[in-house]
C-alpha cells in the first residue's frame, strides 16, 4: 500500500488516517449494532456527524453565517443546472468564463434556462486553454443575475491566479479541484460549489456554499430536489442525504483541522507541485504546457511530445506503483493530481521515475 501512489483526477486517494478511521470506526460501531453505513438519516447519531462536518467545514474555510452550508445529492454537474435555476431573475441574465470543459459545460446547461453569455475564455490560447483570460469588470453585462467561472481547470491544469472583480454581481465559483488546497476568501465569492470525490470525500455529494440572500427565488420549474431553500430550510435533510460522503468528509475536515488547517495545507501543496514544476522547468525532455502564471497546484500537466512516449510512461508508471497519471482523453499527455492526500514522498517517487523514463527512453532525433 505504501508504495502505491494514485494521481488520479477524481475519484481520489483519501489519506491513510482517514481511511483507516473510517475503517476502524465502521468496525467499532457495526459491534455496537449499528454502523455508520446503516444510520438512518433521522438519527440523533447522524444528526450529530452532519452538524460537526459543517461546523468543522465553517471553520477550515472560515465561512461567515450569512452563508448556508449545503451538502447535497450528485456531482458538480448537477449544480450546472441548479445554480442558473436558483439565481436566474426574471431577466434571466447570466457571464460565464470558459477556461475548461467543466465551465463549458456549466455554460451549455445554464444555456437551456436563460440569456447566457461568454464574458471571456480561453479556448483559443495554443494550445487550448493554457491559460486563464483576464478579467476586468468591464466583461460582464451589469444587469447579469450572476458570473460563473471554473476557479481550478482540472483537465487542463489551469487555475484563476486572481479572483474576478464583478462589482456588484454575485460570482459564483466551481472550486472542485481546488477546494481545501489553501485559503480562500468565502466572501468574495456569492456561491462556492465542490463536488466530493477529489479533496473531500468518495463520490456522490457535492457541497454548496452559499450566501443566504441568494435563496429563495428559484425559477417556478426547479425541480424540488435542486432547489436550495428546500435544502436549506430541512438543513441537507430535505430527503435521504449521502450520508456516508457526509461521515466521510467530516473525517476529511477534521483530519485537515488537526494538522494545521488550509494555510498548512497550501504550504504542503506548494511543495508538492514546486517538486514537479521544478523539475519540469530544469530540464527539456518533459513539457508542461500551461502558462506559467496560471499554473494548477492541484492538477500538473505535461507531455513529452510524443503520443506512443505518452502512452509508454503511463504504462510503466503504473506498473511502478504510480497510478493513473495518463491525461484526460481530450488533451492527452499526462496529468498528475496532487490533492492533500498526496503526500511529498509520492511526488518524489514520481520525478525520480519522470527522470529514468528520459534516460531510458531517448527521442529520436535527440
Ligand atoms: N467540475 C470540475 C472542475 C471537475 O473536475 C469535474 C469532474 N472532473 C466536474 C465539474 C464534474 O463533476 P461531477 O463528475 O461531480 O459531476
Not at 98 to 111: D, E, F, P, V, W
Not at 133 to 144: G, H, I, K, S, V
Not at 146 to 163: A, L, R
Amino acid at each position: 500500500m505504501n508504495n502505491v501512489y494514485n494521481f488520479a483526477a477524481g475519484p481520489a486517494q483519501l489519506p491513510e488516517a482517514v481511511l483507516r478511521r473510517a475503517q476502524d470506526e465502521l468496525s467499532d460501531n457495526r459491534r455496537r449494532g449499528i454502523s455508520v453505513l446503516e444510520m438512518s438519516h433521522d438519527s440523533r447519531e447522524f444528526s450529530t456527524v452532519i452538524k460537526s462536518a459543517e461546523a468543522s467545514l465553517r471553520e477550515l474555510m472560515n465561512i461567515p453565517q450569512n452563508y448556508k452550508v449545503l451538502f447535497l445529492q450528485g456531482g458538480a454537474t448537477t449544480q450546472f443546472a441548479a445554480i442558473p435555476l436558483n439565481l436566474l431573475s426574471e431577466r434571466r441574465t447570466a457571464d460565464y468564463v470558459i477556461t475548461g470543459q467543466s465551465s463549458r459545460n456549466a455554460y451549455l446547461q445554464a444555456k437551456k434556462y436563460g440569456d447566457i453569455a461568454i464574458a471571456a475564455s480561453s479556448a483559443g490560447a495554443s494550445p487550448a486553454f493554457s491559460t486563464v483570460p483576464e478579467t476586468t469588470r468591464a466583461d460582464f453585462r451589469p444587469d447579469a443575475d450572476y458570473v460563473h467561472i471554473c476557479y481550478n481547470n482540472t483537465v487542463y491544469g489551469t487555475k484563476f491566479n486572481y479572483v474576478p472583480d464583478t462589482g456588484n454581481i454575485p460570482l459564483v465559483a466551481n472550486m472542485s479541484s481546488s477546494i481545501l488546497s489553501e485559503p480562500v476568501d468565502v466572501t468574495k465569492f456569492a456561491l462556492i460549489y465542490a463536488s466530493a470525490q477529489k479533496n473531500i470525500a468518495p463520490a456522490g455529494m457535492t457541497v454548496v456554499i452559499v450566501r443566504d440572500d441568494l435563496i429563495g427565488n428559484a425559477r417556478p420549474e426547479t425541480p424540488f430536489m435542486l432547489d436550495y431553500k428546500l435544502h436549506a430550510d430541512s438543513r441537507s435533510m430535505y430527503n435521504t442525504p449521502p450520508v456516508y460522503q457526509i461521515y466521510m468528509a467530516k473525517l476529511m475536515f477534521d483530519w485537515i483541522l488537526s494538522v494545521g488547517g488550509l494555510d498548512e495545507m497550501k504550504r504542503r501543496n506548494e511543495r508538492k507541485a514546486s517538486l514537479l514544476y521544478d523539475y519540469l522547468d530544469s530540464q527539456h525532455y518533459y513539457t508542461a504546457p500551461v502558462d506559467k502564471k496560471c499554473r494548477s497546484m492541484t492538477n500538473v500537466i505535461f507531455i513529452t511530445g510524443d503520443a506512443k512516449l505518452d502512452t509508454k510512461f503511463a504504462k510503466e508508471a503504473d506498473r511502478a506503483g504510480l497510478k493513473n497519471l495518463k491525461g484526460h482523453s481530450s488533451v492527452g499527455g499526462m496529468r498528475a493530481s496532487l490533492y492533500n492526500s498526496m503526500t511529498e514522498q509520492g511526488v518524489a517517487a514520481l520525478v525520480d521515475f519522470m527522470k529514468h523514463f528520459a534516460e531510458d527512453n531517448p527521442k529520436l532525433g535527440a
